[in-house]
């Protein structure tokens, strides 16, 4: 199993250090400046961290596709809660919406022990500042052949999990952004009953877009935001009347 260890501690409100390392040679620093101050600055920092390393460094050679086969031993009870979604700490859902979409079934414990972590006095920090360095929105942006750039929100995955026919995948992240990878992705036109339900939902529908392919029972719902951004909202797979 793939396991990152990670112990954070509170520098200021708005700063928090954060020590990581795979196995015992592969260890660093990170110091996080956060973009608004919070007393839980060292929860903030250390998901922050968790994300940078998983998805941005690599440290496993390659971005997870999905939490089986990783473990992660933080130094946070409450980013086990988190991933269980039975925190009380909503404000922090931001920074752990990934553990219950692209690391979804990823292993977690919880240790404080500093034993094997690189030395402040003998490491160089690497400095990260939120909002300009690493993203916490509760979605995942990728670049597909057809849509351009494509936010995709948990809801959107959870709505993939729930509504696929063939049983659900063991890494629905992984499988959902494989179909969006789908070079023949087309606008398709949509049900009247679906728009009014999405101008009620989100006051207008005429930013409301329908993606599938001709050999594809699934529909991928996105909707454009005022800055341009095409958003994953809902994925829905429709009947197909087998033929006689």
Request: charged share 25%; net charge positive.
């Amino acid at each position: 199993m793939m396991t990152l260890t990670t112990v954070s501690e509170r520098i200021t409100d708005s700063k928090a250090r954060v020590y990581w390392r795979v196995g015992t040679k592969n260890k660093g620093i990170i110091n996080l400046n956060l973009r608004s101050p919070s007393e839980d600055s060292a929860l903030i920092g250390e998901l922050i961290a968790i994300q940078f390393l998983l998805f941005d460094k690599k440290i496993f050679d390659r971005a997870p596709g999905g939490g089986g086969g990783y473990k992660l031993i933080v130094s946070k009870g409450a980013i086990k809660k988190l991933a269980l979604g039975k925190s009380t700490k909503k404000f922090a859902v931001q920074y752990s919406s990934f553990l219950l979409s692209r690391m979804k079934g990823v292993t977690i414990e919880v240790s404080q022990k500093l034993e094997f972590m690189a030395n402040k006095e003998d490491f160089l920090p690497l400095l990260i500042d939120e909002g300009k360095d690493i993203r916490t929105q509760e979605y995942a942006e990728i670049i597909t052949p057809a849509m351009g750039a494509v936010r995709v929100t948990q809801h959107a995955v959870e709505q993939y999990e729930e509504r696929i026919s063939s049983g659900c995948p063991k890494k629905p992240w992984a499988s959902l952004t494989k179909r969006l990878m789908h070079p023949e992705l087309r606008i398709q036109p949509l049900d009247a009953k679906i728009l009014a339900h999405k101008e009620r939902r989100y006051g207008r529908s005429d930013n409301v877009e329908a993606w599938s392919h001709p050999t594809s029972t699934f529909t991928y719902l996105v909707v454009i935001d005022d800055k341009g951004n095409r958003v994953l909202v809902t994925v829905f797979e429709r009947y197909i009347q087998p033929q006689n």
